[in-house]
């Protein structure tokens, strides 16, 4: 089975901090992604990597930035956190292609003070 | 622009009973899918189904149909025999092709079906 994890199911951190969330797939996946979930909203793209260090921005990469370093391994950051990203943030990963479906992780909620 | 559309915020099933959730989409791509994902309050995204703009037969998996009108540009999921456990937020999405990635996901703003018994 596919496994997508996370570093933390709930995270709270203060205005201004920067802070890490970290995703990891065990299924060789090309592709990883990034999104957050809001009421009402949906899902959005914030970011998405094709292979390691390559990276695209998503609909709504202002105020974050990623990092792919190894293959199974997903980093979004928040360079300086804001009570507006205050959000669950879902990790995605899938095979090259165009209808592989995607898996997702267990989502970490983020609370910014 | 691509773009999906959930109507139903939430709905209400009698345990038992099938219920068809609605999701209307918007592409000028000739070749898209489409997938609809179960969200348990625990958080994760389960895949349920596809369906490519392609396919001549609708997709079924288990209890979950896709009844797909292309003409009409609607996929709406229909779980027959429903559950409690089935109760859940249910996300349609398309596949978005742009600027030559593929694998991008546009969703909807999701259905929370509530299964009473």
């Known amino acids: 089975d596919v496994k997508v994890t996370q570093s933390s199911r709930y995270l709270v951190k203060r205005t201004g901090e920067k802070v890490f969330l970290e995703c990891v797939q065990d299924m060789d996946h090309e592709n990883m992604f990034w999104y957050r979930q809001d009421p009402g909203l949906g899902l959005r793209l914030i970011y998405f990597?094709?292979?390691?260090?390559?990276?695209e921005k998503g609909d709504i990469p202002e105020g974050y930035s990623v990092s792919r370093e190894k293959k199974e391994r997903f980093s979004l950051i928040l360079e300086s956190a804001s009570t507006n990203q205050t959000s669950m943030y879902l990790c995605a990963s899938s095979l090259a292609g165009k209808y592989n479906e995607q898996f997702f992780g267990p989502g970490t909620r983020l609370t910014v003070l | 622009a691509q773009k999906i559309t959930q109507t139903q915020p939430g709905m209400f099933v009698q345990e038992k009973e099938a219920v068809t959730l609605d999701c209307t989409y918007d592409?000028?791509?000739?070749?898209?899918?489409l997938f609809w994902y179960k969200q348990p309050s625990s958080g994760e995204m389960i895949f349920l189904i596809y369906?490519?703009?392609?396919?001549?037969q609708n997709a079924t998996e288990g209890r979950y149909s896709l009844n797909f009108q292309k003409a009409r540009k609607s996929a709406n999921l229909v779980i027959s025999a429903s559950q409690l456990g089935d109760s859940a937020m249910y996300f349609c999405a398309m596949r978005a092709y742009r600027g030559g990635a593929t694998n991008k996901l546009i969703f909807g703003t999701g259905t929370l079906l509530a299964v009473q018994p």
């Open positions: 369906q490519g703009s392609y396919d001549q």
């Open positions: 592409t000028s791509d000739p070749s898209y899918g």
């Open positions: 990597s094709y292979d390691v260090k390559m990276k």
